[in-house]
C-alpha cells in the first residue's frame, strides 16, 4: 500500500489547496482568547466566518451585508421583549448572517454589535 503524503504537510505553516493559494494552517496554542458576545458575532451553533482563526463553531456563515429600510432595535435577543442595544436607522448596514422567521443574527458594524433585528427592516445588499 502507498502513502497518500498528505501526512508530510503536518509541519508546513501553509500547504497549498490544488492550484490556489496557500492555506494558512491554525494550531492550538496557549489560553483561548477572550470573546465578547455583544461585539463577536459567536453562538453556540454558528459563528461568523470571520472569526474562524479564533474560534470554533460548528457551522460558519459569511456575513451578507444588507441596507435597513426602516428604524429598527438592535436587540440582544430574538425576542420583542429582549434587551434593546442600539438604534439602527434608515440607511444604516446590517451584516446578516441567519435569517430565521421574522428575525436576522448579525452584526451592525457602524455601532460595532452583535444582535437580532426584524428582518422586515432590512432591504437589498449593500
Do not use: C
Not at 5 to 11: D, K, R, V
Not at 61 to 78: D, F, I, K
Not at 104 to 120: E, F, M, R, T
Amino acid at each position: 500500500m502507498q502513502s497518500s503524503g498528505i501526512s508530510s504537510l503536518a509541519n508546513p505553516s501553509a500547504s497549498p489547496i490544488g492550484n490556489g493559494p496557500a492555506r494558512k494552517r491554525f494550531a492550538l496554542s496557549g489560553r483561548s482568547p477572550v470573546i465578547d458576545p455583544r461585539r463577536d458575532a459567536v453562538r453556540r451553533d454558528l459563528a461568523d466566518v470571520r472569526l474562524a482563526d479564533r474560534v470554533f463553531a460548528p457551522h460558519y456563515a459569511a456575513p451578507m451585508p444588507r441596507v435597513v429600510t426602516a428604524q429598527t432595535v438592535l436587540r440582544a435577543g430574538p425576542q420583542r421583549d429582549s434587551a434593546g442595544l442600539t438604534d439602527l436607522v434608515i440607511g444604516d448596514v446590517f451584516e446578516v448572517l441567519e435569517l430565521a422567521g421574522t428575525h436576522a443574527w448579525g452584526v451592525a458594524p457602524g455601532p460595532g454589535l452583535v444582535g437580532y433585528i426584524d428582518a422586515g427592516a432590512l432591504g437589498t445588499s449593500a
